[in-house]
């Protein structure tokens, strides 16, 4: 591995159009991205310094494909180039897509530690614009990205310019706190945990992951990138996985489970799916989901609502090819 300090890193994507660059700013790491050479991400400071004495580490480069289960994608790309940055107890990986890129910190040592939450900053463009919302079931509204408030859900998708679009997400969040953005003046957002972070060193944090495009149709379509950043499934017999649509049963009821059966049935959905409160009160921490015990604050509401029998409705799924979750 070759090792020098740290002036300047630049890394490019495996077409050359997307490029990210690296550079200490006294204690400080900053990181900023160019699409065709026009800004997208801004000078932004990383998370969980001081970086002094920062290290280049070893250059990578990864051309190969995959093919998931199931999916859009009957094969997936995974074409980056990879670089590390170390410092004493802790690294930096980056690594640049033609779809994006993502970077994600190691820390070093051994033992147990905790830490009170990161601060990984983000700034675009001036005149940037976000689809704000906050909570898992929001409303989303297009804001100026310093309009922004506190506790703004991921993945965020801005608009940093008419031909630069990004989707700020994260990948493989394994044993780590839930993480939103908030404010930090000026036009920059920064992350904020949900709690503290705790574990034993050596410890990975998730990836930062940076979807980008020219159009808005170009998120979705590269949305495999957060595929690759993820750990590979370990599941040896993948024979049961079935993908399929799904309609939801809302009165937790016999009644509406064949009648959800019936609507699948003839509009070729292949599932229903009972979401919370079949099993009991979905906060409770006593409900059991080994036995049906409809919520009752759930079914209040519908007359003559006869309860559920859901081996019954499973039973009658069955019959006419219909699965039920």
């Not at 170390?86 to 993502?102: K, S």
């Not at 070093?108 to 005149?127: A, N």
């Not at 704000?132 to 990205?145: D, I, K, S």
Request: net charge neutral.
């Amino acid at each position: 591995m070759l090792l020098c300090l740290l002036l300047l890193a630049a890394l490019a994507s495996p077409d050359g159009k997307l490029k990210v660059t690296v550079e200490p700013r006294g204690a400080d790491l900053v990181y900023s991205a160019t699409l065709d050479g026009k800004p997208v991400v801004e000078p932004s400071t990383v998370a969980f310094g001081p970086w002094e004495g920062i290290l280049e580490g070893r250059r990578q480069k990864v051309r190969s494909a995959w093919k998931p289960v199931y999916g859009e994608r009957a094969e997936i790309p995974d074409r980056y180039n990879a670089l590390t940055l170390a410092a004493p107890t802790r690294e930096i990986e980056l690594r640049v897509f033609d779809e994006g890129f993502a970077f994600r910190y190691r820390l070093k040592g051994s033992g147990p530690f905790q830490l009170s939450g990161e601060k990984t900053e983000v700034r675009f463009p001036k005149g940037a614009e976000a689809f704000e919302e906050h909570g898992p079931e929001g409303e989303y509204a297009l804001v100026p990205v310093e309009a922004i408030k506190r506790g703004c859900e991921r993945p965020l998708t801005v608009r940093a310019a008419a031909d630069r679009w990004v989707s700020v997400a994260e990948a493989a969040a394994t044993d780590y706190p839930r993480t939103l953005f908030s404010p930090t003046g000026g036009g920059g957002l920064v992350t904020e945990t949900a709690g503290p972070i705790g574990g034993s060193l050596p410890f990975t944090t998730p990836w930062r992951v940076f979807v980008i495009g020219r159009r808005p149709c170009d998120l979705p379509e590269r949305n495999y990138l957060v595929l690759n950043l993820s750990e590979p499934q370990r599941i040896e017999d993948t024979s049961w996985i079935k993908p399929g649509k799904v309609i939801r049963e809302v009165t937790l009821s016999t009644r509406g489970g064949r009648r959800a059966v019936d609507f699948a049935a003839a509009q070729g959905l292949q599932y229903v799916e009972y979401d919370a409160g079949w099993y009991g009160h979905e906060y409770d921490d006593a409900s059991d989901a080994r036995q049906v015990s409809p919520d009752p604050k759930r079914i209040a509401s519908i007359p003559d609502h006869g309860g559920l029998d859901l081996p019954e409705v499973i039973r009658y799924a069955k019959e006419r090819g219909v699965g039920i979750i």
